[in-house]
Nanobody, 116 residues
Framework: QVRLVESGGGLVEAGGSLRLSCTAS????????MGWYRQGLGQERDMVAR???????DYADSVKDRFTISTNRARNSAYLQMNSLKPEDADVYYC??????????WGQGTQVTVSS
């Protein structure tokens, strides 16, 4: 069974930092794209940051210059360094892995809480 496991969420004061980690395991070949999403206000999750094997990186405008995504493709792992956190960043953050054979996998999420 393919699964993604996130860690690193928690409670931090505004202006602080957190580092989220995600590791994909199971019957997958590789993640050609990994990203971090947060729930937002509705059912559709909002892209926060994503990176592909061609090193294309995308960030939501709201997190540019504050968050940095990185990966270790050999380990199917992704990381999100979150600096200068704001209360509006508080959310459940989900890791996503997309594979070369059409897989699309999500973790269960890790809670990030930012106090003002």
């Amino acid at each position: 069974q393919v699964r993604l496991v996130e860690s690193g969420g928690g409670l931090v004061e505004a202006g602080g930092s957190l580092r989220l980690s995600c590791t994909a395991s199971g019957r997958i070949t590789s993640c050609y794209s990994m990203g971090w999403y947060r729930q937002g206000l509705g059912q559709e999750r909002d892209m926060v940051a994503r990176i592909s094997t061609d090193r294309t990186v995308d960030y939501a405008d709201s997190v540019k210059d504050r968050f940095t995504i990185s990966t270790n493709r050999a380990r199917n792992s992704a990381y999100l360094q979150m600096n200068s956190l704001k209360p509006e960043d508080a959310d459940v953050y989900y890791c996503r892995c997309r594979t070369r054979i059409g897989g699309d996998y999500w973790g269960q999420g890790t809670q990030v809480t930012v106090s003002s």
